[in-house]
């Protein structure tokens, strides 16, 4: 069913106007307005904004009725239907660039202009839609904070928006009808040109693409941003590639804020260190106290058998020899403890894991005798050479350690033992296993048990074995926590075996 319009009349004839006039009353439309003049044509539309315009070439004064067609087109958007008598191609070429809905030779039959109306009509209301959902894209690709930008099929820009204006330094009306590459320039993590982006790479192969590793972009006045981007083709109605749409963002602040966390951790990490070996201080001065007090009675000693009657000074030197091993042993334990408890940067070197496992249990064994906690060992028996960072290795066998202690302490059973075991699983790797028989983990909180600052403590800060399974994973190896039968739990960590 036809849709009633309003349009406007632009002839220069006036029998014609009137015959135009009854045919549109017939076919169910009104009319907005009649004029004869291009100048007051384009005037009348502005004041009457009818839905259509019927415009005759031909007009009287000084302005045609394709150049004020040009002007309604441009200044309204209302469509315009020519109706002339002239068809010369010349003609047909001027009215072709004021963009026309429709061309209608006089004289014409009800039936031709109804459907010439009802076309223009329709095409008018899709080009609306059309421009409407072009704002509407336009408007939120312009309010959010990535940068996009599109290119057509040989890559000229047609559309940038304020987010990738202020990072590559273009305003937009310099930006488009220019190359991307000319306003987009970017280099590779060492800083070399890219061979190839991900916009040339949709382009060519018709597929999504993504930067692989970091990229910089630098502007027009050679400020750098490091940025993430990725890009789409623009598929055609055939199939083809039209374009293709660029979209990046800055990672500045993510990676600040990366290397923030980054330098909180590590601290978290040494806090927990330094936590741990507050709660051994106690065993720390005793096992330093026993070389100490070895050291003073062999000192003794040997006074004693270089003075007086009976001086033997080969006892004497036994005892001074003693004194100096007694004296060395303090110093290893003590220099042990500093190189846990100090900020120590990653050194991976080439370790036995065993020997590793052995010097922790020297400083926690006291301890847990202490605490009446039997400590059982099943290390095998050949070394188990692995490459990794001595603190931080050093650093999970004590809070792994402390955890057990914590709930065999927490627990009312008899059984009050922890279980150190090392060996090599049938894949190769190296595996190390610390048991106890405390609490155990509930159920309910085993998922969680990981998370950081997640703590089932009164007074712990829930980031001991957050840190142990980062540590044990950036050494290419897993951390796994099982419930142990009867009761306890088992803490399980495989690393790499050295290669040889």
Sequence with gaps: MMTPARIMIVEDDRIVARDIREQLARTGHSVSGITSRGEAAVELAISTQPDLVLMDIRLEGEVDGIDAAKQIRIRCRIPVVFLTAYADDETVRRASQAEPFGYLLKPFEDLQL????????YKHSAERKLRESERRYEATLSSIGDGVIATDDRGRVTFINPAAEAMTGWASDDAIGMSLASIYRVMDANRRPMQQTSMARALVSSVSCKSADQVILISRNGQEFPIDEKCA????????VSGAVLVFSDTSDRRKAANTLQAVQANLARMSRVTTMGQLTASIAHEVNQPLMAVVMNA??????????????????????RAISEGHRAAKIIERIRAIARNTPVAFETLDLNELIEGILAVVRLEFRHQDIAVEIDLQPTPLPVVGDRIQLQQVMLNLLSNAADAINASDGRDRRAIVKSGREPSGEVRVTVEDSGIGIAP???????????TTKQSGIGMGLSICRAIIEGHGGELRVTPRVPQGTRCLFSLPALQA
């Design 114 to 121: 109804r459907t010439v109306i009802e076309m223009a009509l």
């Design 233 to 240: 083709p623009i598929i055609g109605d055939a199939g083809v």
């Design 300 to 321: 003794e000693a040997c006074l004693k058998w270089m003075d007086g009657a009976h001086k033997d000074l080969d006892e004497a030197r036994a005892a001074a020899l």
């Design 444 to 454: 309910e909180v085993a998922s969680q048990i990981f998370d950081p600052f997640f």
